[in-house]
């Protein structure tokens, strides 16, 4: 039988299958795999015997899975989403499932039956978190259960089939030492970095997709004191932060009347009001970004979040431009005054060409200088060299520059009684 015979014949039995499942046996069992598969194995066979549809032992087991995967709400990604070594799953309609392993992306063997099926896997995913996705609403930002960031797209914005794409949760947190150890950065900045997360630096991660910004926050916030109340506040849960008292938030989108709708901005407007130590937002993208700030600037100092940007100079701009979004009418030399007295560091992380993810820039943020433009100065600066190892992978070397006489990074190492600590890392 051809693949295309196979596959007519598997949606045959799926649909038939599918028609005679007694829905309330089948909820019971849905958090059972081995349980379900034994049901619908039942039922596979029934269906086979009744429709004179002979199957190979391979086939049977093949498609009593594929039912049981599907109910399960994952379909043929259940097996990705098992694989710790798989980061992203990024579904392109039924027959382009691509996964990256290692900071790279690659094609994997699997598919779905066609579209419809996507579709359907789709739609109970989002389901499973209270949202929806239809023709009406074919956009959802979502999660899955495990914490994982989903994104779905349906017809008719999604022009060659139902995308999926899935930001796996990663179950471990790793610390500073531990990103450095990996390679990411040294161990004197991994230190660097502990201290002046300790000492309420305000600090902003930025970089592009993919490139390890969450997962750098979380090893920032290990280093926050116990004693300090936190809310942190994101699109989808994905902080992991162990201290005792954390206040965590989560927008949410608009319910089937278009209302209910919680955004980030609401978010942060609203935990200026719960008497927050550090406020910690998973990204900034919107017109919150202007109450982040004031944040910063009215006394929670060590508030941290994550940007898009390709540089620190990027960062600074991009800042500038989501406060313009706030709907605020301020000029353009207040919005740079306000983003200037408010952070004090940008931790830059890439994603580079090799796979690899490494802390390419730390910069401290200054004043406005003569020509009306934000002064920053970088403290550690990554060079890769015009070579490879033996692996094709980038290496190169971290340059200091030193701290300034009047940094704030300083005067708050002086204030937290760590500035011995921090002379020993970096000379300052």
């Known amino acids: 039988m051809n693949n295309v015979a196979f596959k007519q014949e598997i949606r045959f039995i799926r649909e038939q299958t599918l028609a005679i499942i007694d829905l309330d046996k089948i909820e019971e069992l849905a958090t059972d795999r081995q349980l379900l598969l034994k049901e619908i194995s039942t039922l596979v066979k029934k269906v086979s015997i009744t429709n004179k549809k002979y199957l190979s032992p391979k086939d049977f087991s093949y498609i009593a899975e594929l039912i049981t995967d599907e109910i399960m709400g994952l379909g043929p990604l259940r097996e990705l989403m ?7 799953i990024l579904v392109n309609g039924p027959n382009n499932i691509y996964v ?11 598919e779905f039956l066609d579209n419809n099926q996507l579709t359907d896997i789709a739609k109970r995913m989002v389901a499973k978190m209270g949202r929806r996705v239809d023709e009406a609403q074919p ?18 914005i999604a022009l060659d089939g139902t995308s999926i794409s899935i930001r796996k949760f990663n179950k471990s947190s790793k610390t500073l030492e531990e990103l450095a150890i990996g390679g990411s950065m040294t161990l004197e900045m991994a230190k660097f970095l502990s201290l002046i997360t300790y000492s309420r630096c305000n600090i902003i991660v930025s970089g592009g997709t993919g490139s390890g910004k969450t997962t750098l926050l979380n090893a920032l916030s290990q280093h926050i004191s116990n004693d300090e109340r936190i809310v942190t506040l994101e699109d989808a849960a994905e902080l992991k932060l162990m201290q005792p008292h954390l206040v965590r938030l989560e927008t949410r989108m608009a319910g089937v009347e278009q209302s209910g709708q919680v955004s980030m901005r609401d978010l942060v407007i609203n935990a200026l009001r719960m008497r927050p130590d550090r406020i910690i937002v998973g990204e900034c993208r919107g017109g919150e970004a202007f109450e982040m700030l004031q944040a910063m600037n009215t006394g929670h100092d060590g508030s941290m979040t994550t940007l898009h940007a390709n540089s620190p100079q990027d960062a600074l701009s991009r800042l500038e431009n989501l ?37 390419i820039e730390i910069a ?3 004043k406005i200088n003569d020509n ?5 100065y970088p403290i550690y600066k990554f060079k890769p060299r015009p070579y490879r190892d033996e692996k094709d992978k980038i290496i190169g070397d971290y340059e200091f520059y030193g701290l300034r006489e009047d940094s704030v990074i300083a005067n708050n190492a002086i204030m937290f009684n760590i500035k011995d600590y921090l002379d020993e890392i970096v000379g300052a």
């Open 100 to 110: 990256e392993k290692g900071g790279k992306l690659q094609k994997s063997n699997l």
């Open 82 to 88: 098992e694989d710790d070594s798989v980061s992203d």
């Open 372 to 376: 009306g433009i934000t002064s920053l």
């Open 364 to 366: 401290e943020i200054g």
């Open 139 to 156: 956009l959802v930002d979502s999660r899955l259960p495990d914490g994982s960031r989903l994104n779905v797209v349906i017809s008719p």
């Open 323 to 359: 406060v313009m979004m706030s709907g605020f009418d301020l000029p353009i030399s207040a919005i740079r005054y306000n983003v200037a007295s408010a952070v004090d560091v940008i931790v830059q992380i890439a994603r580079l060409n090799d796979g690899s993810r490494r802390v």
